[in-house]
């Protein structure tokens, strides 16, 4: 588990998970909490289990969205519900216990904390969320709970760098299309009109338009750094079957 100093407020309690300290096997190792993969189910709810114990929280208690890489956020103040509509990217609550999280696997995981007002908020951020906002829509969120955004602290996982993110010529053209400003998030690659791509700071960029208190990145590579994080992008480029997902957690407790 990876803390943030920026996040340790009395208490919230969080962290960014690595792949390290779980049960699963193979290109699973060891701590997936993917339960969209097709890795043994027993094993992925045992990994969420040792998760929710490590933060001292109920694993019933430990709640991530149907993530669909949109700018959808949920307030919840209890768990899932049966027939509750889980798609999502963000989480936000107010609710001390009830630990919200969010999944990756090289798109940037972003945890919120408003201290003052005891409102905490996750959210899933790849490109797209990025683009159509669940980075503010989260903010916002919190807002309706009581948050000020510029008591908001906001902390940037674990995500893709740019040095492992190249992307086509048609990628890099719709952000510029969009805002000629984006082209300070590009730079060409050795393949012809080929770009790398600087998620991370394209996130913490939009965090700071935004106009929260304190945006941080704590400028870790999942592509890269292979023995702590799974990787989509790594994987894609070995052909295996399937990847891992991190799991990144905040709750309010009762401190």
């Not at 193979?26 to 043994?40: E, K, Q, R």
């Not at 969420?48 to 490590?54: F, L």
Request: charged share 25%.
């Amino acid at each position: 588990m990876i803390e943030a100093k920026e996040l340790k407020f009395p208490g919230i309690s969080h962290g960014f998970f690595t792949r390290q300290g779980g049960v699963s096997n193979g290109i699973y190792t060891s701590l997936n909490t993917g339960l969209g993969s097709d890795d043994n189910r027993s094993d992925v709810l045992e990994n969420r289990r040792r998760i929710a114990g490590q933060l001292n929280v109920d694993p019933s208690l430990l709640v991530t969205p149907y993530q669909v890489h949109s700018p959808d956020v949920i307030h919840l103040d209890a768990p899932w519900t049966e027939d509750q509509d889980r798609k999502a990217d963000a989480l936000v609550t107010s609710t001390p216990g009830l630990a919200i999280g969010v999944s990756t696997a090289d798109c940037g995981p972003v945890l919120f904390a408003d201290p003052e007002a005891r409102v905490v908020g996750a959210a899933h951020s790849g490109w797209k969320g990025a683009v159509t906002g669940v980075l503010e829509n989260t903010i916002a969120a919190m807002e309706k709970l009581g948050a000020k955004r510029e008591r908001i602290t906001a902390v940037l996982g674990p995500t893709i760098s740019r040095a492992a993110y190249e992307v086509g010529p048609e990628f890099q053209q719709r952000f510029v299309d969009s805002d000629e400003g984006n082209s300070a998030y590009f730079s060409p690659s050795d393949r012809a009109d080929h770009h790398f791509f600087d998620l991370p700071a394209f996130i913490v960029n939009r965090l700071k338009t935004a106009g929260v208190g304190q945006a941080v990145n704590l400028d870790l590579c999942t592509y890269a750094d292979e023995d702590r994080f799974f990787s989509y992008r790594r994987t894609t480029h070995r052909k295996e079957p399937d990847y891992g997902r991190l799991l990144h957690v905040i709750v309010l407790t009762g401190d």
